[in-house]
């Protein structure tokens, strides 16, 4: 555990972030996302997603992202996008198959943590300033916010 989160800690200090939360509904799809290396959301997103991906430069400034599976109440890991998204294509595996494109990812650090270690976190870019526990699914975080708000320090609970 303490190695998964010095390597994100590695990566926060090594370049400038692009954050996101993803949301699942299915704890199903985030194990085979854990175990195939790979995530889907909605086309909206997997757009949006891509693009940020290539114009970042993701060697130097990685895309990260803050999972959370809806209804428990925790986040489970950070990961980081590896690829663009694939737009046309389906990963046959996922509970319902919904969603078109996938992209790659690698996981950096998997571990539940009580979103009551993260309410503190809240997000400059909202109208409410609300906290990141509310984010809904492709939400961004600025990576200011997640640096001084110790986020990863948080997943060490």
Request: aromatic fraction near 14%; proline fraction near 2%; charge should be positive.
């Amino acid at each position: 555990m303490e190695e998964q989160a010095e390597l994100v800690r590695e990566v926060f200090t090594t370049a400038t972030c692009r954050c996101f939360v993803l949301k699942s509904f299915s704890e199903g799809n985030f194990h085979k996302s854990l175990k195939f290396g790979v995530w889907s959301t909605t086309y909206a997103h997997n757009a949006l997603l891509d693009q940020v991906f290539k114009s970042d430069l993701t060697a130097v400034r990685p895309v990260l992202f803050f999972f959370s599976v809806c209804g428990t109440k925790h986040f489970s890991g950070v990961a980081r996008m590896t690829s663009g998204v694939r737009m046309h294509k389906k990963f046959q595996l996922w509970e319902k198959l919904k969603y078109e494109g996938f992209f790659h990812l690698e996981w950096l650090l998997v571990k539940d943590v009580p979103n009551y270690v993260f309410t503190g976190v809240k997000m400059s870019n909202t109208p409410t300033k609300k906290s990141i526990t509310s984010c809904r699914d492709c939400e961004e975080v600025l990576f200011e916010e997640v640096g001084s708000a110790g986020l990863v320090e948080r997943w060490s609970v």
